[in-house]
């Protein structure tokens, strides 16, 4: 008797540290952790402005309800890991990984924000769709080029021009 219920509670323990083991082998397992911990924050941090009410809704009130929402989205990715089977779903990284377009799409907003702070609206968004585009391995300098300067007319139209975003379309503070 002492022997099959310390069999069983061997067999429990061995299968929740099998579970746990599979689980955290898993890509949604970790893109879950991840959105709940962004939603944690946000929603954490929204109550500390002043919420408001439905009808008149303070500052703290959207970070807070997509906080919430993030937690919710977080645990239902975060629970598709155990639907999935053995075996599946465990690269976190891709086969093939793309690490010079991801550190392109990393750098365009930083070349956004040196080139906003030294030279204004027109060169940051230049920069940033130029660094952003030559990610993709398919993408030429000359497309590049035509591509951001396109771009940079649309942003600069839109949003020094009609938007009236106060950021000066072209200065130098060298």
């Known amino acids: 008797m002492v022997g099959r219920t310390a069999l069983r509670s061997e067999s429990k323990h061995g299968s929740a540290s099998d579970l746990v083991a599979n689980l955290i082998r898993?890509?949604?397992?970790?893109?879950?952790?991840?959105?709940?911990?962004f939603g944690l924050v946000m929603a954490l941090k929204g109550p500390s402005y002043r919420l408001g009410t439905l009808m008149h809704m303070g500052p703290g009130f959207l970070p807070t309800v997509l906080g919430v929402i993030l937690i919710g989205l977080g645990i239902a990715i975060a629970c598709t890991a155990l639907a999935a089977g053995e075996g599946e779903d465990e690269d976190i990284l891709p086969e093939n990984p793309e690490w010079f377009a991801w550190g392109c799409i990393l750098v365009s907003p930083l070349a956004f924000?040196?080139?906003?702070?030294?030279?204004?609206?027109?060169?940051a968004t230049f920069a940033c769709v130029f660094v952003a585009a030559m990610g993709d391995r398919s993408m030429t300098w000359k497309q590049a080029v035509v591509l951001s300067l396109i771009i940079t007319v649309f942003g600069v139209g839109l949003f020094h021009y009609i938007l009236q975003i106060p950021m000066p379309v072209l200065e130098w503070r060298g």
């Open 113 to 123: 924000m040196l080139f906003g702070s030294y030279g204004g609206l027109a060169p």
């Open 26 to 37: 898993k890509r949604d397992f970790y893109a879950g952790g991840l959105m709940i911990l």
